[in-house]
């Protein structure tokens, strides 16, 4: 029965041990909600504290997604296979986030759920925000390993595919949030693109993408993310898209999206490079725990 129970803990592996990654992760994922509670308690939320509450909770729950989508990516470019079992962690983080955020939407609302609804009839982009919430909600109750076994691994995993709309969604929804300044959904955008080329090029080269292969990715995705925030801009607000991609050439305004889209790539090529030693060193140090469980005492 205990060891059942530690089993169910969110920072232990399949065999009830502590796990380090693990146990990290959670105290990630904890962090933001203790500053958030911190502020709440100083006072430190502004003059409409459930309105900055609201925003800081759908940030971090977008963020989280990104995050829980790009473990898959990170683990083939790595070769870091443990990192497989804090995506569900990351997830259900995610999830938590958002539930947070519509909670206190409805919140501010006073509980009145018809106005609720026909604010998320009436507009798009909390029909959008609502929509990736529905695909979380249905993500986070079939994430455990009876609901494998009761849906079979087939379907589980196309329902699970949904996990990527839920990012487009999400994304969108943080762009039509943020309005005239989308700098931080840009960033997300970006991050998302390069998390799904990994994808793309881990399937059809049946391998773990290598640094000449991310280059390129990342080129494109850096393209694409200047194109999308220059769009954006000329289209929601009149400015030049001219002005906003040839602030991507400079750093005097400081870092734009497109940048982070350049450091994103330039982290994942060093990945890709440092595999080899990674996998080298894990291999030493499970010899060497090996040793140190045989050696008499």
Do not use: C
């Not at 962690?89 to 106005?115: C, E, K, N, P, R």
């Not at 693109?193 to 994808?199: E, I």
Request: positive net charge; hydrophobic residues 55%.
């Amino acid at each position: 029965m205990a060891a059942t129970w530690k089993r169910q803990l969110p920072w232990t592996d399949g065999s009830g041990r502590m796990s380090p990654l693990k146990l990290a992760i959670f105290l990630a994922l904890l962090t933001p909600a203790l500053f958030l509670l911190g502020r709440a308690l100083t006072g430190d939320l502004g003059a409409r504290p459930l309105d900055e509450a609201i925003h800081v909770s759908g940030s971090w729950g977008i963020r989280i997604l990104i995050a829980a989508l790009l473990v898959t990516p990170v683990r083939r470019i790595t070769g870091w296979n443990r990192l497989a079992g804090a995506r569900r962690m990351i997830g259900l983080g995610a999830l938590a986030w958002v539930l947070l955020h519509f909670s206190l939407y409805v919140i501010d609302q006073d509980f009145a759920l018809d106005t609720v609804a026909s604010e998320i009839v009436l507009r798009i982009y909390l029909a959008i925000g609502f929509a990736a919430l529905l695909i979380l909600v249905a993500l986070g109750l079939t994430s455990f390993d009876a609901a494998i076994r009761r849906m079979g691994a087939r379907h589980w995993q196309r329902l699970h595919r949904l996990a990527y709309a839920a990012g487009v969604l999400g994304a969108v929804h943080f762009f039509l949030q943020s309005k005239l300044n989308v700098t931080e959904p840009a960033v997300m955008a970006a991050l998302f693109l390069l998390g799904m080329g990994v994808r793309g090029i881990d399937r059809w080269s049946k391998g773990a993408p290598d640094w000449r292969q991310l280059l390129p990715l990342g080129l494109a995705v850096t393209l694409a993310t200047a194109a999308i925030e220059a769009g954006w801009y000329a289209v929601l607000t009149g400015v030049a898209a001219e002005r906003v991609l040839s602030a991507n050439l400079s750093l005097a305004a400081g870092l734009r999206p497109a940048h982070w889209a350049v450091i994103a790539t330039l982290v994942a090529v060093g990945l890709s490079l440092g595999a080899p030693r990674l996998k080298r060193w894990r291999k030493s140090r499970r010899r060497a725990t090996g040793a140190e469980a045989v050696r008499p005492a």
